[in-house]
């Protein structure tokens, strides 16, 4: 499985992560927190691609669709993603 980059965004505030972003943009509220789940917060499977392509915009790498199945959070997203990047030696420092 490719490994993700590090994220980095202009956009995104230092409080906010890609994935929050992306959340928030796709499901079109603003309340969400990074411990959000997709799936209870209104997301259905229809919308992972439009959530996948979001976040590709954002951090310029397209991750699997099936990770929003696995890790439902912002939160859990980026765990995962931050523990693919160590086991591969890709972390930024």
Known sequence: M?????????????DESLWLRAFKDVLELDDLTEDSD?????G???LIPQLISRYEALAGW???ARLVFEFGSPRE????????????GTASS
């Open 38 to 42: 997709f799936f209870q917060r209104g």
């Open 62 to 64: 397209r991750p699997p």
């Open 2 to 14: 490719p490994v993700p980059p590090s994220p980095a965004s202009e956009d995104a505030s230092a």
């Open 77 to 88: 997203l980026e765990r995962e993603m931050a523990a693919r990047r160590e086991a591969t």
């Open 44 to 46: 259905y499977s229809l």
